[in-house]
């Protein structure tokens, strides 16, 4: 069974910087590619960034290319999303999920086996 469990979530302002981390357990950390996806309040689920399970490729949305980071380390069994120039459009539960390695997109949220509990990024205007 694979758990994952968010933190790092906040009230931050417009143009200020988060970093969010996922703890990942129980199964080997690097045989998972990991992705983050938020879903603001009435909307469906957005993916945001993508990392492979080697780390060698990545993937990010249009909306966040260029102000966020996905990385992770394998050390600590954690992957993380930096967050620049935060936005208020940004605003959303934030959830890290893993995958089986496969062929497929890596924008499709529900090609992600197993998810977070989210963590909440608000950022006022």
């Known amino acids: 069974q694979v758990q994952l469990v968010e933190s790092g979530g906040g009230l931050v302002q417009a143009g200020d910087s988060l970093r969010l981390s996922c703890a990942a357990s129980g199964h080997i950390f690097s045989n998972y590619d990991m992705a983050w996806i938020r879903q603001a309040p009435g909307k469906e689920r957005e993916f945001v960034a993508f990392i492979s399970r080697s780390g060698g490729r990545t993937d990010y949305a249009d909306s966040v290319e260029g102000r966020f980071t996905v990385s992770r380390d394998y050390s600590k069994n954690t992957l993380y999303l930096e967050m620049n120039s935060l936005k208020p459009e940004d605003t959303a539960v934030y959830y890290c999920?893993?995958?089986?390695?496969?062929?497929?997109?890596?924008?499709?949220?529900?090609?992600?086996?197993?998810w977070g509990q989210g963590t909440q990024v608000t950022v006022s205007s």
């Open positions: 999920a893993a995958r089986v390695p496969y062929s497929g997109s890596t924008r499709v949220t529900t090609s992600y086996n197993y």
